[in-house]
T-cell receptor, first 112, second 116 residues
Framework: GIQVEQSPPDLILQEGANSTLRCNFS?????LQWFHQNPWGQLINLFY???GTKQNGRLSATTVATERYSLLYISSSQTTDSGVYFC??????????????FGKGTLLTVNP | GAVVSQHPSRVICKSGTSVKIECRSL??????MFWYRQFPKQSLMLMAT?????????EQGVEKDKFLINHASLTLSTLTVTSAHPEDSSFYIC????????????FGQGTRLTVV
């Protein structure tokens, strides 16, 4: 199956700083998603981005499918951005390829 | 986005008892739902794929007789942890996709199971 690697594993920022989280995947993908896991455990959908660039407020994401990586940008970080960010992908070409494989996550801590 | 509702959010049970967790897609039909397990400070690990009207597909190493999955309708999948033991204590979370093929996945709120 597909392998998903995220970096860095941990990131500590001061409020107001910008950050970039990276997700590498081992094979071509038809589905790539970024999530934020809140303190209660729920996964919040940030981006569904198998290719291209999207922006939503202070967050944006870019996936370069041909080079097998995706980046999540957080600008002007706030303490409420703290938590774990997951990248997940699948090949989506049928059968078991619809299963999402998750990276290990990036633990982001934003200090006031 | 689509809404997936999972209940209960938290449950404590005694060793040897069974616990049922429900996962519902509220505003869409889901022919396929997925069940994950997450240990503290770790990533999500897929346990099984729940298929409406047919048997679930379990990942390697997951005991199908312990984790019973039923997907009786296009909006409901259930996970039953049978004869629970303390090592089954974990965070269980379900997801559903909004259609067949390559589509965005949405997740339930998760269920924190504690077996005492």
């Amino acid at each position: 199956g597909i392998q998903v690697e995220q970096s860095p594993p941990d990131l500590i920022l001061q409020e107001g700083a910008n950050s970039t989280l990276r997700c590498n995947f081992s094979d071509s993908v038809n589905n790539l998603q970024w999530f934020h896991q809140n303190p209660w455990g729920q996964l919040i959908n940030l981006f569904y981005i198998p290719s291209g660039t999207k922006q939503n407020g202070r967050l944006s994401a870019t996936t370069v499918a041909t080079e097998r990586y995706s980046l999540l940008y957080i600008s002007s970080s706030q303490t409420t951005d703290s938590g774990v960010y997951f990248c997940a992908a699948n090949r989506g070409s049928g059968g078991s390829n619809y299963k999402l494989t998750f990276g290990k996550g990036t633990l982001l801590t934003v200090n006031p | 986005g689509a809404v997936v509702s999972q209940h209960p959010s938290r449950v404590i049970c005694k060793s040897g008892t069974s616990v049922k967790i429900e996962c519902r897609s509220l505003d869409f039909q889901a022919t396929t739902m997925f069940w994950y397990r997450q240990f503290p400070k770790q990533s999500l690990m897929l346990m099984a794929t729940s298929n409406e009207g047919s048997k679930a597909t379990y990942e390697q190493g997951v005991e199908k007789d312990k984790f019973l999955i039923n997907h009786a309708s296009l909006t409901l999948s259930t996970l039953t942890v049978t004869s629970a033991h303390p090592e089954d204590s974990s965070f269980y979370i379900c997801s559903a996709q909004t259609g067949t093929g390559v589509t965005e996945a949405f997740f339930g709120q998760g269920t924190r199971l504690t077996v005492v």
